[in-house]
């Protein structure tokens, strides 16, 4: 029943959606570029917030952002990313600009979200790819519009579609069980409380290390499956 065409759509729309946006960006004057970036800021801080109130348990949240922001300020992330990001860059001579933030603006906006996780879920258990294929026109526009502001970088966010979604397709067996509503909605609030943070920068109101917390996007799981059994053995 499994099936990959729903990733594999995913991708391509994400990859086809980036490229007219960096044809489009060569078109566009410097003050329209700064007034899209803005909308996009508000938008993402928009999609941030109404993210987080999915989320059912609030400690889990902290703790997920917690550790997830440790691992990943201790491994250095986002330096890591960064760099290979400049690498890139110069690749284009520098034409594109901000790889390393169209590549985690595109990486987060796609990757989190209910349609992501249940979508994949689907795909891998029933074979049914609608709601991924759902999926792939928004990313399509969205993309598009990214690209216009922050160039290839949101393009090279296609690798991280593939290999999430592609994961938890493949795993959908064992991941199901586990990915319960309760769980789907945490991975929702925690990746949207990155996602708000992202947002800020965007709009320049900080200069958040954003992603040093996308750790926080694998430990929200591994938190809710702990949660689970500790409530399954009735201590509390």
């Known amino acids: 029943m499994m099936s990959f065409w729903g990733v594999a759509v995913n991708t391509f729309t994400v990859i086809i959606g980036a490229l007219l946006g960096v044809a489009l960006k060569t078109k566009l004057t410097k003050r329209i ?3 899209l970036m803005i909308g996009i800021g508000a938008c993402v801080i928009y999609i ?3 993210g987080m109130l999915k989320g059912q348990n609030v400690l889990l949240t902290v703790l997920s952002v917690a550790f997830g922001g440790l691992i990943g300020t201790l491994v250095r992330l986002d330096d890591g990313i960064h760099r290979l990001g400049n690498r890139l860059e110069s690749h284009f001579k520098g034409k594109q600009g901000g790889v390393s933030q169209g590549f985690v603006t595109g990486t987060l906006i796609f990757c989190v979200g209910s349609m992501t996780v249940v979508g994949s879920l689907n795909s891998g258990v029933l074979g049914d790819n609608q709601m991924l294929y759902t999926k792939s026109l928004m990313d399509l526009i969205t993309a598009a519009m990214l690209a216009t502001t922050m160039g290839i970088g949101v393009c090279l966010s296609a690798v991280s579609v593939l290999l999430f979604q ?16 309760f769980c789907v909605a945490q ?7 990155v996602i708000l943070l992202l947002g800020f920068n965007l709009l320049g109101l ?4 954003v992603a040093d917390y996308l750790p926080s996007i694998v430990i929200a799981p591994i938190l809710c499956y702990s949660y689970n059994w500790i ?3 009735g201590l509390f």
């Open 33 to 35: 570029g700064d007034a």
């Open 187 to 193: 991975i929702t609030c925690v990746g949207s409380v």
């Open 48 to 50: 941030g917030v109404d």
């Open 206 to 209: 900080s200069t958040f290390k």
């Open 166 to 181: 592609g994961s938890i397709t493949l795993l959908a067996g064992v991941l199901a069980p586990v990915l319960n509503d």
């Open 231 to 233: 409530l399954s053995l």
